[in-house]
């Protein structure tokens, strides 16, 4: 059926478009009626029975309300009949404008939108990528066991009369003052920091070492020009340093009795081959994910994709609350996390948007090579879960039964998985050995 409507379609940009609508007014009035005998049956007016108010009545006390219904059933109506009519797809929440309705006028309104841009993907199948040649080294065996020996390291007061080295953990209070004057924000009375770490403003650690137990010293420092806290940033500081204690970590032996710690090895070559496995399972994750951030960066520089601003907003705002969640959860005061994800807005915005044309990108590849999901693989992966982390089939499954909304993430998840390892099965992929970064920063 023909719209009988003049409508006006402009491209703003490939991911938003404008729609001018002009309804004429014999149409206006049409819907106008409608909207009258609508109140007209539940209008009561005093000296009127409810249904029987006459039209010149109802004007005089709903005009308004029933211009306002007659504005909003007819942009409703023309604008979703012209979605279908021209295919369009919005992805955002549109934006209308109009003036409302004018005697013996046309009906006018524009709506904005938001669209995702046509793409036809390319050069996706053999793409030149390197991939780590890595191998499992004693070297990295070592150092996994040497860590498992610092979790469950004890941290012990020096016995003897020397002054703080690199490493040893110190127990300091501190007072701090910024022109003259002290501040609550930089002063503690028990702060343990290992020196060398890092933790502190840069600086402050270096000019604790020699001092001993008991021992008192200015430390002067000038905080980062982009600190957190732009009321201290490029401004100096002076603290009042006082050791309270000094501690080094001792580590256990790697004997027999060191698998007391753990409850499910019986024995030191078990808890070996354990780490050797999750060691093996950690780097392959790590060489994969690196070679697939590689395809994706070839893919988003041989195909020109236009993010719509909805997806990348919706994906800056997943980014920087997980980014706030897991400050938080690792100890950082919230006032303070808060000050952090803000400072990085811009760095989290630039991997929302690579993020969104990747999944753009991947998804248009997926529907060209008629790639799908079906039940059985859907079935997999909840096996897989529960297999990780350990619980019962029907208890991981059941929010994915529950939730519609988890089930179709699961799908979109496992359909942008099949159809990078379809790209990656295509690709031609070089095998090269990593230098070690310590070897390879070396003047």
């Given at each position: ?243 309270k204690d000094i501690r080094e970590r001792k580590l256990p032996e790697l004997k027999e009795d060191f698998i007391k710690n753990f409850e499910k090895y019986g024995s030191l ?12 399972e950690r780097n392959y994750n790590r060489v994969r994910e690196q070679l697939r951030q590689a395809i994706i960066d070839q893919l988003i520089e041989k195909n020109d994709v ?36 803000s400072n990085l807005h811009k760095e989290y915005e630039k991997q929302a948007v690579r993020m969104v044309k990747a999944s753009l990108v991947i998804r248009k590849i997926g ?77």
């Amino acid at each position: 059926m023909e719209i009988d409507r003049v409508l006006k379609i402009e491209d703003v940009s490939p991911v938003e478009k404008k729609l001018s609508f002009e309804i004429p007014w014999s149409e206006v009035v049409k819907e106008m009626d409608r909207a009258y005998r609508k109140i007209g049956q539940q209008a009561k007016v005093k000296g009127f029975r409810v249904g029987k108010v006459p039209r010149p009545v109802l004007e005089r006390y709903y005009k308004e309300e029933t211009e306002q219904e007659t504005a909003v059933s007819l942009m409703n109506r023309y604008f979703f009949d012209a979605l279908k009519e021209k295919d369009i797809q919005p992805v955002n929440e549109p934006s209308i404008d109009q003036k409302g309705i004018v005697p013996d006028s046309n009906f006018v309104f524009t709506v904005k939108l938001e669209v995702e841009a046509p793409l036809e993907p390319k050069d996706y199948e053999g793409l030149d990528v390197e991939k780590e040649d890595w191998e499992l080294t004693e070297e990295e065996i070592e150092n996994g066991m040497k860590q498992l020996q610092s979790m469950h390291s004890t941290l012990e007061s020096i016995s003897e009369d020397r002054g703080i080295e690199k490493d040893d953990f110190t127990l300091i209070r501190f007072e701090g003052k910024v022109d003259g004057i002290p501040r609550k924000d930089m002063t503690a009375d028990h702060h343990m920091v290992e020196v060398g770490s890092g933790t502190l403003i840069p600086g402050f650690e270096d000019q604790l070492l020699g001092m001993k137990k008991n021992d008192t010293r200015e430390v002067k420092v000038t905080f980062p020009e982009d600190y957190g806290n732009k009321e201290l940033a490029g401004k100096e500081a002076l603290f009042d340093v006082q050791v309270k204690d000094i501690r080094e970590r001792k580590l256990p032996e790697l004997k027999e009795d060191f698998i007391k710690n753990f409850e499910k090895y019986g024995s030191l070559e078990e808890l070996k081959d354990e780490l050797k496995k999750t060691i093996v399972e950690r780097n392959y994750n790590r060489v994969r994910e690196q070679l697939r951030q590689a395809i994706i960066d070839q893919l988003i520089e041989k195909n020109d994709v236009h993010v719509p601003g909805t997806y990348v907003e919706r994906e800056l705002k997943f980014i920087m609350t997980d980014a706030m969640d897991k400050l938080v959860g690792s100890g950082v005061p919230r006032e303070q996390a808060v000050q952090v994800v803000s400072n990085l807005h811009k760095e989290y915005e630039k991997q929302a948007v690579r993020m969104v044309k990747a999944s753009l990108v991947i998804r248009k590849i997926g529907e060209k090579e008629g790639i799908e999901i079906d039940d059985s693989d859907v079935e997999s992966r909840i096996r897989q879960l529960s297999e990780r982390y350990g619980r019962d089939y029907e208890t991981v499954r059941e929010p994915f039964d529950k939730n519609e909304n988890l089930l179709t993430r699961l799908r979109d998840e496992l359909f942008e998985q099949k159809t990078m390892d379809y790209i990656e099965g295509k690709a031609n992929i070089r095998l090269v050995k990593k230098e070690k970064k310590e070897e390879e920063e070396k003047p």
